[in-house]
């Protein structure tokens, strides 16, 4: 059975730092690509951003809504997936899936995780 | 404002069909394939039809995918009440940043 658990949510300061785990099970991790998506409350599916597998020189891509400020990365070894989220706005309030994709392009969102909440607020 | 555009709402009574639209563009629906996810009340999402029309093992026939230019639908027959729940288009974007684009969101409701 596919399992995707995340961790560290919680609250944190405008301009604070966060960064989130995924902890995959079940699958081949090392073959997938990554991805982050987050939801707002009320609001409906964001993608953050992906991970591609090592065939795919662990390429990364983002949102422009937080190029720069966010970093996806990975490490098969733990079979985990990991955001780091820096100057954090009110606006990245949401949250936070961690989803295995199927390493080809266009490929569907497969499995989500339960989801951890980032609350961004003074 | 999302890019790709779905109805709000949607409602039906039991044993009902009913249909979802999501309509996008040239960048997206017209060049990529559509899938749906279902969101149930407090849960993530789930991988309801990939590919336009291809079901995952274990999504019930109830459940069906189309896809027509830059439009997309999705079809609900014999609508039963766990089906209530909110359902997402989502295609890949070829524009100049290449991103995964979602529709806004239906809420589906079993009167």
């Known amino acids: 059975e596919v399992q995707l658990v995340e961790s560290g949510g919680g609250l944190v300061q405008p301009g604070g730092s966060l960064r989130l785990s995924c902890a995959a099970s079940?699958?081949?991790?090392?073959?997938?690509?990554m991805d982050w998506v987050r939801q707002a409350p009320g609001k409906g599916l964001e993608w953050v951003g992906r991970i591609k597998n090592k065939a795919n020189s662990y390429t990364t891509e983002c949102a422009a809504s937080v190029k720069g400020r966010f970093i996806i990365s990975r490490d098969d070894s733990k079979n985990s997936l990991y955001l780091q989220m820096n100057s954090l706005k009110t606006e990245d309030t949401a949250v936070y899936y961690c989803v295995s994709v199927p390493s080809y392009y266009g490929a569907p969102f497969q499995d989500w995780g339960q989801g951890t909440l980032v609350t961004v607020s003074s | 404002q999302s890019v790709l555009t779905q109805p709000p709402s949607a409602s039906g009574t039991p044993g009902q069909r009913v249909t979802i639209s999501c309509s996008g563009s040239?960048?997206?629906?017209?060049?990529?394939?559509v899938d749906w996810y279902q969101q149930l009340p407090g849960t993530a999402p789930k991988l309801l039809i990939y590919n336009d029309n291809q079901r995952p093992s274990g999504v019930p026939d109830r459940f069906s995918g189309s896809k027509s230019g830059t439009s997309a639908s999705l079809a609900i027959s014999g609508l039963q009440s766990e089906d209530e729940a909110d359902y997402y288009c989502a295609a890949w974007d070829d524009s100049l940043n290449a991103h995964v684009v979602f529709g806004g969101g239906t809420k589906v409701t079993v009167l």
């Open positions: 040239s960048s997206n629906i017209g060049s990529n394939a």
């Open positions: 079940g699958f081949t991790f090392s073959d997938h690509y």
